[in-house]
Protein backbone atom coordinates (compact mmCIF):
# COMPACT_ATOMS: atom_id res chain seq x y z
CA UNK A 1 0.00 0.00 0.00
CA UNK A 2 1.66 3.30 -1.17
CA UNK A 3 -0.29 5.64 1.44
CA UNK A 4 -1.28 8.38 2.24
CA UNK A 5 -0.99 11.55 -0.07
CA UNK A 6 -2.26 14.50 2.05
CA UNK A 7 -3.18 17.93 0.21
CA UNK A 8 -4.44 21.67 1.26
CA UNK A 9 -5.53 24.81 -0.54
CA UNK A 10 -3.88 25.01 -3.88
CA UNK A 11 -0.43 23.73 -3.45
CA UNK A 12 0.84 20.47 -4.78
CA UNK A 13 -0.97 18.48 -2.77
CA UNK A 14 -4.64 16.54 -3.79
CA UNK A 15 -7.00 19.41 -1.98
CA UNK A 16 -9.30 21.02 -3.33
CA UNK A 17 -8.90 25.40 -3.07
CA UNK A 18 -12.31 26.02 -1.92
CA UNK A 19 -12.04 27.16 1.64
CA UNK A 20 -8.72 25.70 2.18
CA UNK A 21 -10.49 22.39 3.41
CA UNK A 22 -8.13 19.11 3.45
CA UNK A 23 -8.35 16.17 1.65
CA UNK A 24 -6.55 13.00 2.52
CA UNK A 25 -6.07 10.34 0.20
CA UNK A 26 -5.18 6.45 0.34
CA UNK A 27 -4.33 4.74 -2.95
CA UNK A 28 -3.09 1.13 -3.15
CA UNK A 29 -1.98 -1.86 -5.53
CA UNK A 30 -2.42 -4.32 -2.68
CA UNK A 31 -5.98 -6.34 -2.46
CA UNK A 32 -7.74 -6.54 1.00
CA UNK A 33 -7.52 -10.37 1.84
CA UNK A 34 -10.49 -11.55 1.55
CA UNK A 35 -10.65 -13.07 5.49
CA UNK A 36 -10.33 -9.56 6.18
CA UNK A 37 -13.64 -8.63 4.97
CA UNK A 38 -16.84 -8.00 7.34
CA UNK A 39 -19.92 -10.11 7.12
CA UNK A 40 -21.76 -8.11 4.83
CA UNK A 41 -18.74 -7.39 2.50
CA UNK A 42 -17.54 -11.02 2.01
CA UNK A 43 -21.45 -11.43 1.12
CA UNK A 44 -21.31 -8.59 -1.72
CA UNK A 45 -17.84 -10.42 -2.65
CA UNK A 46 -19.04 -13.12 -3.24
CA UNK A 47 -21.75 -12.33 -5.86
CA UNK A 48 -19.06 -10.64 -8.11
CA UNK A 49 -18.21 -12.68 -11.04
CA UNK A 50 -14.61 -12.58 -12.54
CA UNK A 51 -10.91 -12.48 -11.31
CA UNK A 52 -10.28 -9.48 -12.55
CA UNK A 53 -13.58 -7.55 -11.58
CA UNK A 54 -12.87 -9.32 -7.65
CA UNK A 55 -9.14 -8.73 -7.87
CA UNK A 56 -10.33 -4.80 -8.37
CA UNK A 57 -12.70 -4.74 -5.57
CA UNK A 58 -10.86 -5.96 -3.28
CA UNK A 59 -7.99 -3.56 -4.09
CA UNK A 60 -10.81 -0.91 -3.47
CA UNK A 61 -11.94 -2.31 -0.44
CA UNK A 62 -8.14 -1.76 0.80
CA UNK A 63 -8.03 1.87 -0.13
CA UNK A 64 -11.40 2.51 1.53
CA UNK A 65 -10.77 0.72 4.69
CA UNK A 66 -6.98 2.49 5.36
CA UNK A 67 -8.87 5.72 4.60
CA UNK A 68 -12.07 5.10 7.22
CA UNK A 69 -9.05 3.39 9.77
CA UNK A 70 -7.07 7.38 9.42
CA UNK A 71 -10.20 9.21 9.65
CA UNK A 72 -11.32 7.09 12.28
CA UNK A 73 -14.74 5.92 10.80
CA UNK A 74 -16.64 2.84 11.00
CA UNK A 75 -14.45 0.01 8.82
CA UNK A 76 -17.15 -1.75 7.48
CA UNK A 77 -16.87 -0.39 4.01
CA UNK A 78 -20.52 -1.61 2.57
CA UNK A 79 -22.32 1.34 5.11
CA UNK A 80 -20.67 3.70 2.79
CA UNK A 81 -22.71 5.08 -0.56
CA UNK A 82 -21.44 7.66 -2.78
CA UNK A 83 -21.83 10.41 -3.78
CA UNK A 84 -20.85 10.68 -0.06
CA UNK A 85 -20.40 14.45 1.82
CA UNK A 86 -17.20 13.21 3.38
CA UNK A 87 -15.91 10.45 0.55
CA UNK A 88 -15.14 9.42 -1.85
CA UNK A 89 -13.75 6.14 -4.37
CA UNK A 90 -11.71 5.10 -7.22
CA UNK A 91 -10.13 2.61 -9.18
CA UNK A 92 -8.35 1.36 -12.54
CA UNK A 93 -5.74 -0.88 -14.01
CA UNK A 94 -5.22 -2.59 -10.79
CA UNK A 95 -4.81 0.21 -8.51
CA UNK A 96 -7.53 2.32 -6.15
CA UNK A 97 -7.77 5.75 -4.19
CA UNK A 98 -10.09 6.68 -1.92
CA UNK A 99 -10.47 10.25 -0.74
CA UNK A 100 -11.86 11.97 2.33
CA UNK A 101 -12.38 15.24 3.84
CA UNK A 102 -9.95 15.15 7.07
CA UNK A 103 -12.76 16.80 9.12
CA UNK A 104 -16.36 16.71 8.44
CA UNK A 105 -17.38 20.34 7.04
CA UNK A 106 -20.92 21.29 7.26
CA UNK A 107 -20.54 23.70 3.38
CA UNK A 108 -19.11 20.44 2.13
CA UNK A 109 -22.29 18.85 -0.11
CA UNK A 110 -20.00 16.04 -1.79
CA UNK A 111 -16.50 14.44 -1.87
CA UNK A 112 -15.14 13.36 -5.69
CA UNK A 113 -11.93 11.25 -6.73
CA UNK A 114 -10.70 9.86 -9.75
CA UNK A 115 -7.60 8.12 -10.81
CA UNK A 116 -6.38 7.22 -14.56
CA UNK A 117 -3.37 5.56 -15.38
CA UNK A 118 -0.79 6.96 -18.27
CA UNK A 119 -2.58 6.29 -21.66
CA UNK A 120 -2.80 7.57 -25.32
CA UNK A 121 -6.50 9.79 -25.21
CA UNK A 122 -8.60 10.05 -28.23
CA UNK A 123 -9.41 13.11 -29.65
CA UNK A 124 -12.51 12.14 -30.83
CA UNK A 125 -13.53 11.69 -26.74
CA UNK A 126 -13.26 15.55 -25.92
CA UNK A 127 -16.74 16.25 -27.28
CA UNK A 128 -18.05 13.98 -24.60
CA UNK A 129 -16.64 15.57 -21.79
CA UNK A 130 -15.39 19.22 -22.24
CA UNK A 131 -17.81 22.04 -23.46
CA UNK A 132 -16.67 24.34 -26.71
CA UNK A 133 -14.76 27.03 -24.82
CA UNK A 134 -12.62 23.81 -23.32
CA UNK A 135 -12.18 22.00 -26.27
CA UNK A 136 -10.73 25.23 -27.83
CA UNK A 137 -8.24 25.77 -25.20
CA UNK A 138 -7.33 21.52 -25.35
CA UNK A 139 -6.65 22.25 -29.26
CA UNK A 140 -4.61 25.04 -28.46
CA UNK A 141 -2.13 23.25 -26.59
CA UNK A 142 1.27 21.89 -28.31
CA UNK A 143 0.62 18.41 -29.22
CA UNK A 144 3.19 16.71 -27.61
CA UNK A 145 1.39 17.57 -23.78
CA UNK A 146 -2.09 17.33 -25.15
CA UNK A 147 -2.76 14.19 -24.25
CA UNK A 148 -1.85 14.35 -21.03
CA UNK A 149 -3.92 17.74 -20.24
CA UNK A 150 -6.41 15.41 -22.54
CA UNK A 151 -6.35 12.84 -19.38
CA UNK A 152 -6.05 15.56 -16.98
CA UNK A 153 -9.40 17.20 -17.86
CA UNK A 154 -11.10 13.64 -18.01
CA UNK A 155 -10.03 13.01 -14.44
CA UNK A 156 -11.62 16.34 -13.36
CA UNK A 157 -14.47 15.58 -14.89
CA UNK A 158 -15.12 13.09 -13.57
CA UNK A 159 -13.98 14.01 -9.69
CA UNK A 160 -16.58 16.99 -10.01
CA UNK A 161 -19.14 14.15 -11.01
CA UNK A 162 -18.59 12.39 -8.29
CA UNK A 163 -18.55 15.20 -5.65
CA UNK A 164 -22.15 16.49 -7.11
CA UNK A 165 -24.55 14.74 -4.60
CA UNK A 166 -27.14 15.63 -7.74
CA UNK A 167 -25.21 13.97 -10.40
CA UNK A 168 -28.16 11.57 -11.54
CA UNK A 169 -29.62 13.63 -13.90
CA UNK A 170 -26.43 15.06 -15.19
CA UNK A 171 -23.52 13.84 -17.15
CA UNK A 172 -19.52 15.38 -17.67
CA UNK A 173 -20.14 18.29 -19.97
CA UNK A 174 -22.98 19.65 -17.08
CA UNK A 175 -19.54 21.24 -15.42
CA UNK A 176 -17.61 24.02 -16.21
CA UNK A 177 -13.78 24.63 -15.48
CA UNK A 178 -13.69 28.08 -15.18
CA UNK A 179 -9.81 27.78 -16.26
CA UNK A 180 -9.28 24.35 -18.09
CA UNK A 181 -5.31 25.28 -17.99
CA UNK A 182 -5.81 25.60 -14.37
CA UNK A 183 -3.84 22.43 -11.71
CA UNK A 184 -6.27 23.73 -9.29
CA UNK A 185 -9.59 26.00 -9.33
CA UNK A 186 -12.81 26.61 -9.70
CA UNK A 187 -15.95 25.00 -11.63
CA UNK A 188 -19.76 25.52 -12.06
CA UNK A 189 -22.15 23.15 -13.11
CA UNK A 190 -24.82 23.71 -15.58
CA UNK A 191 -27.72 25.62 -13.85
CA UNK A 192 -30.48 23.56 -15.69
CA UNK A 193 -29.10 19.93 -15.29
CA UNK A 194 -29.70 19.68 -11.84
CA UNK A 195 -31.36 21.23 -8.74
CA UNK A 196 -28.97 23.97 -7.83
CA UNK A 197 -27.93 22.60 -4.29
CA UNK A 198 -24.12 22.32 -4.90
CA UNK A 199 -23.36 23.82 -8.17
CA UNK A 200 -19.97 25.17 -6.94
CA UNK A 201 -16.84 23.19 -7.22
CA UNK A 202 -13.24 23.23 -6.14
CA UNK A 203 -10.48 20.66 -7.53
CA UNK A 204 -7.18 20.03 -7.44
CA UNK A 205 -5.62 17.99 -10.16
CA UNK A 206 -2.11 16.47 -10.02
CA UNK A 207 0.38 13.45 -10.88
CA UNK A 208 0.78 10.25 -8.97
CA UNK A 209 3.66 8.15 -10.64
CA UNK A 210 2.10 7.46 -13.77
CA UNK A 211 -1.08 8.26 -12.98
CA UNK A 212 -3.42 11.50 -13.26
CA UNK A 213 -5.37 12.14 -10.07
CA UNK A 214 -8.29 14.79 -9.08
CA UNK A 215 -10.09 15.19 -6.12
CA UNK A 216 -13.36 17.71 -6.30
CA UNK A 217 -15.20 19.38 -3.53
CA UNK A 218 -18.89 20.89 -3.92
CA UNK A 219 -20.21 23.43 -1.94
CA UNK A 220 -23.19 24.55 0.11
CA UNK A 221 -24.85 27.77 -1.17
CA UNK A 222 -24.89 30.12 1.40
CA UNK A 223 -28.55 30.98 0.29
CA UNK A 224 -31.46 28.67 -1.71
CA UNK A 225 -31.46 29.76 -4.93
CA UNK A 226 -34.03 29.64 -7.44
CA UNK A 227 -34.40 27.16 -9.96
CA UNK A 228 -34.57 28.34 -13.77
CA UNK A 229 -37.28 28.02 -15.73
CA UNK A 230 -37.02 25.38 -18.41
CA UNK A 231 -37.94 25.59 -21.93
CA UNK A 232 -41.24 23.92 -23.04
CA UNK A 233 -40.87 19.98 -23.77
CA UNK A 234 -40.26 19.54 -27.52
CA UNK A 235 -41.31 15.31 -28.01
CA UNK A 236 -40.66 13.99 -31.15
CA UNK A 237 -40.50 10.25 -32.55
CA UNK A 238 -37.94 8.36 -33.70
CA UNK A 239 -37.53 4.94 -35.28
CA UNK A 240 -37.41 1.95 -33.19
CA UNK A 241 -33.99 0.65 -31.97
CA UNK A 242 -33.11 -2.87 -32.47
CA UNK A 243 -29.93 -5.12 -30.85
CA UNK A 244 -28.71 -5.84 -34.19
CA UNK A 245 -28.68 -1.83 -35.44
CA UNK A 246 -26.47 -0.87 -32.16
CA UNK A 247 -24.40 -4.02 -32.69
CA UNK A 248 -23.77 -3.21 -36.28
CA UNK A 249 -22.47 0.05 -35.11
CA UNK A 250 -20.78 -1.00 -32.26
CA UNK A 251 -18.76 -2.91 -34.86
CA UNK A 252 -17.84 -0.50 -37.06
CA UNK A 253 -16.66 1.64 -34.33
CA UNK A 254 -14.80 -0.64 -32.56
CA UNK A 255 -13.65 -2.32 -35.43
CA UNK A 256 -14.95 -6.10 -33.72
CA UNK A 257 -16.66 -8.75 -35.72
CA UNK A 258 -20.43 -8.46 -35.52
CA UNK A 259 -21.49 -11.77 -35.08
CA UNK A 260 -19.44 -12.31 -32.42
CA UNK A 261 -21.75 -9.44 -30.76
CA UNK A 262 -24.49 -10.83 -28.91
CA UNK A 263 -26.83 -9.07 -25.98
CA UNK A 264 -24.91 -10.90 -23.35
CA UNK A 265 -21.46 -9.21 -24.10
CA UNK A 266 -20.08 -7.80 -21.40
CA UNK A 267 -18.67 -4.29 -22.71
CA UNK A 268 -15.78 -4.54 -20.64
CA UNK A 269 -14.62 -7.80 -22.67
CA UNK A 270 -15.08 -5.05 -26.03
CA UNK A 271 -13.01 -2.03 -24.31
CA UNK A 272 -10.95 -1.92 -21.48
CA UNK A 273 -9.96 1.14 -21.64
CA UNK A 274 -12.53 3.91 -20.54
CA UNK A 275 -11.67 6.55 -23.75
CA UNK A 276 -12.80 3.71 -25.99
CA UNK A 277 -16.04 3.35 -24.10
CA UNK A 278 -17.02 7.01 -23.88
CA UNK A 279 -16.11 7.15 -27.82
CA UNK A 280 -18.78 4.10 -28.66
CA UNK A 281 -21.22 5.43 -25.73
CA UNK A 282 -20.49 9.04 -27.97
CA UNK A 283 -21.18 7.38 -31.42
CA UNK A 284 -24.47 5.32 -30.59
CA UNK A 285 -25.70 9.14 -28.81
CA UNK A 286 -24.97 10.64 -32.27
CA UNK A 287 -26.32 7.90 -33.95
CA UNK A 288 -29.24 7.08 -32.68
CA UNK A 289 -30.33 10.73 -31.36
CA UNK A 290 -30.04 9.36 -27.90
CA UNK A 291 -29.60 10.68 -24.53
CA UNK A 292 -28.60 8.92 -21.52
CA UNK A 293 -26.57 10.17 -18.54
CA UNK A 294 -23.50 9.18 -16.80
CA UNK A 295 -25.15 7.15 -14.31
CA UNK A 296 -27.11 5.71 -16.71
CA UNK A 297 -24.06 4.43 -18.38
CA UNK A 298 -22.38 3.14 -15.30
CA UNK A 299 -24.95 0.77 -14.46
CA UNK A 300 -24.88 -0.89 -18.07
CA UNK A 301 -22.78 -4.02 -18.18
CA UNK A 302 -23.77 -5.78 -21.45
CA UNK A 303 -24.52 -5.17 -25.08
CA UNK A 304 -28.14 -6.16 -24.43
CA UNK A 305 -28.32 -3.49 -22.11
CA UNK A 306 -26.91 -1.02 -23.30
CA UNK A 307 -29.78 -1.70 -26.35
CA UNK A 308 -32.42 -1.59 -24.47
CA UNK A 309 -30.71 2.15 -23.11
CA UNK A 310 -30.47 3.37 -26.63
CA UNK A 311 -33.58 2.05 -27.71
CA UNK A 312 -35.61 3.65 -25.06
CA UNK A 313 -34.99 7.09 -26.10
CA UNK A 314 -37.76 9.18 -27.01
Excluded: C
Excluded at 301 to 309: C, E, I, S, V
Amino acid sequence: MNGPVTGQGAGPGVGPPRGGRTVLAVWTRRPLHPAALTRRESARFAALTGRVRREQWLIARHALRTLLGILGLPADTTAYAFPHRRLSLSHVGGAAVAAGLAVPDARVAGVGVDLETAREARAGTARFFLGDRERSWLESVPEPIRAGEHVRLWTVKEALFKADPDNRHTVLRDYTTDDPAAGSGSAHRRATAAPPHAAAFGYTAVRLGDARLAVAVSSVPPLPVPRPSLPPVRTVTVPSVTFDDVAHRISATLSVPVDTLTPETRLRDLAADSFLLVEMAVDLQEEFDALFTQADLREVTTLGQLAGLVGAQP
